[in-house]
């Protein structure tokens, strides 16, 4: 967790003023923006122990939600404590509630059902499941509507990262769940002495202080309720592992009694908005009118050639010039191709060795008529002679391919242009620096050629010094490591453009090349495909190309985007297996 930040320092004052000014009259739309504008703040700027709330909750349909939080019929919002940061991967905030969820809340009976499982409710094996505590902390089943996680606002909802779990069944045997809401098990708690999903590993650092060699789960004034962890091993299916009236770990035989609860947890986004100080109470109030400020859409199919495919369709609604096909599982031969394709005016489709998927035959039919130009990239080892020979019947077809990748991309910089202005000049022993540069090189006109890391390649030295009196500028694409300062010397090259990991790479590339972009793109950093065919789409929008983890946004990417102010949406390529919803939630709310 980071401690709060500079604006909170800076405008500490301000924000008073403005939040003391908020709750004594009524806010007009235009202040109460400026109010949001000033002291909003990212909820993974809180400390360890701080608290925050979402004030739209709207429990209004159930009263007795909890011990301790509602007075006759009104039910209070639910204070949340923050517990961990970073806890189940990076970018997320754990938050626990501070109040006692009463087991009347989400069960309206007070003892167990036969099998004494009506306290947690997993599905397919008791008949609990459509009553029990997960699915009413969810939302899910007969719950949906009316459930824990649907009273909340649609910007809580929007930055819950849906987190998986390990659970334990009485019976010893292991399993996992994918919950919005779920309850802590023991060891997250603080228990060290019991082995039940221990599988997530050390304590939340809110609860690190050891006492006997047992770390507790012991809240502010509500430490004497007995409250259930997540395992509901305890040696039977009438126990289950809890927290004690005296704050300790323990095991209880009556799991259906009324006085007993839960305390929810959730995992959040660390950019959702938060008000910038607390409240007279010392409470963060979550920003919940708030509108992302930059929008999200994604292009994906099921798989990377479907991918291509969706791609292909955004970019070119009607027709195409030509299409350009690349190997789909294998990237040595295509890094250079994005250049070309924007060139020719038309997209990258993607292909196996032996066979063209049906997808992609079917897009290149709605793109081109008879005798129209289809480039294939690389040998035939990459895409093979019976896959030409079908193509040549409806195409003019042509192969550019060399004797090896280096080749290759000389082959695609000649047919790219006769007298290049400028070059990009990448390592061909990866793919993720290629793939960031191939937007700014289509729409400059300049071919990505390719290096080994400590030694030019002789093809590419070659070519160099051919048009040696039309190049004047040579970009030199990521550190040393992958080309080495004599590798840049000996090529000539004039800049180097790099970032000390693939993120920060590509986001260097994007600030050289992209000056108050309106748009940018993004894909995973660890497979070329959905990148490479989105690169034609990049650069038809004047759009950096940007790189991501599957499940966090990299903090470069996150700063970038918080820093350009004029960015207002950003174009995913790929399905949630490469990109998935936690990362777009992240871009929601980083503004």
Not at 131 to 160: M, Y
């Amino acid at each position: 967790m980071n401690l709060k930040g500079n604006l909170k320092l800076i405008l500490s004052m301000a924000v008073l003023v403005v939040f003391a000014c908020s709750l004594a009259v009524p806010v007009a739309p235009a202040e109460e923006e400026e109010k949001r504008e000033i002291g909003a703040q990212p909820l993974g700027n809180l400390d360890i122990g701080d608290r925050v709330v979402d004030n739209s909750w709207k429990w209004e349909h159930r009263t007795g939600l909890n011990y301790t939080a509602y007075e006759g019929d009104v039910v209070k919002p639910v204070t949340w404590i923050v517990v961990a940061g970073d806890h189940y991967g990076e970018g997320g905030v754990t938050l626990l509630s501070e109040e006692l969820i009463g087991m009347h809340a989400f069960d309206d009976s007070t003892h167990e059902h036969e099998d004494g499982f009506n306290h947690w409710g997993e599905s397919g094996t008791h008949d609990s499941a459509e009553r029990g505590l997960r699915p009413w902390l969810n939302s899910d089943g007969i719950h949906a509507g009316e459930g824990f996680f649907e009273a909340f606002s649609d910007t809580f909802k929007r930055g819950v990262i849906p987190t998986s779990v390990p659970n334990k069944e009485w019976g010893g045997s292991s399993y996992r769940t994918e919950d919005k809401v779920f309850v802590p098990s023991g060891t997250e708690l603080g228990d060290t002495e019991h082995d039940h999903t221990h599988e997530i590993g050390a304590a939340y650092p809110y609860f690190e202080e050891a006492e006997d060699g047992v770390r507790i789960a012991e809240l502010p004034r509500l430490g004497t309720r007995w409250y259930w962890t997540r395992s509901p091993y305890a040696g039977g299916p009438n126990y289950v592992s809890n927290i004690n009236r005296e704050g300790a770990f323990d095991y209880y035989s009556g799991a259906g009694s009324a006085n007993h609860g839960v305390r929810a947890a959730v995992n959040m986004q660390a950019e959702i908005p938060v008000s910038g100080e607390p409240d007279e109470f010392g409470i963060y109030e979550m920003e919940y009118d708030y509108e992302p400020g930059i929008d999200v859409n994604r292009i994906y199919g099921s798989q990377r050639y479907e991918t291509a495919v969706e791609i292909s369709e955004e970019a070119f609604p009607h027709q195409a010039d030509a299409v350009v096909l690349a190997r789909g599982d294998d990237f040595p031969d295509v890094l250079a191709g994005v250049p070309l394709a924007y060139e020719k005016g038309g997209p990258i489709l993607l292909s196996l060795a032996e066979q063209i998927p049906h997808a992609v035959t079917h897009e290149m039919e709605r793109l081109l008529s008879e005798g129209d130009n289809v480039y294939i990239l690389g040998g035939t080892a990459a895409i093979s002679s019976e896959v030409e020979e079908k193509l040549e019947r409806e195409y003019e077809v042509e192969r550019l391919a060399g004797e090896n990748r280096y080749a290759t991309a000389v082959e695609i910089a000649e047919e790219l242009t006769a007298d290049p202005a400028e070059v990009f000049l990448t390592s061909g022993m990866g793919f993720a620096d290629a793939l960031s540069a191939s937007g700014p090189a289509a729409v400059r006109n300049a071919p990505i050629l390719l290096t080994d890391p400590d030694e030019l390649s002789a093809h590419t030295e070659y070519y160099l010094e051919e048009h040696a009196e039309s190049i004047t500028r040579i970009n030199v694409i990521g550190g040393e490591y992958t080309v080495s300062g004599s590798v840049k010397e000996d090529a000539g090259g004039t800049e180097r453009i790099f970032g000390q990991n693939r993120w920060e790479t590509a986001v260097e590339i994007a600030r050289e090349f992209f000056s108050e972009p309106q748009k940018a793109t993004l894909a995973t950093g660890f497979s070329y495909p959905d990148a490479l065919s989105g690169g034609v789409y990049a650069a038809l929008h004047e759009s950096p190309v940007l790189l991501t983890a599957r499940e966090n946004l990299p903090e470069e990417t996150t700063a970038y985007f918080r820093q350009e102010e004029t960015l207002a949406n950003v174009t995913i390529f790929g399905g949630e297996e490469a990109v998935s919803k936690s990362v777009v939630r992240g871009i929601e709310f980083i503004r």
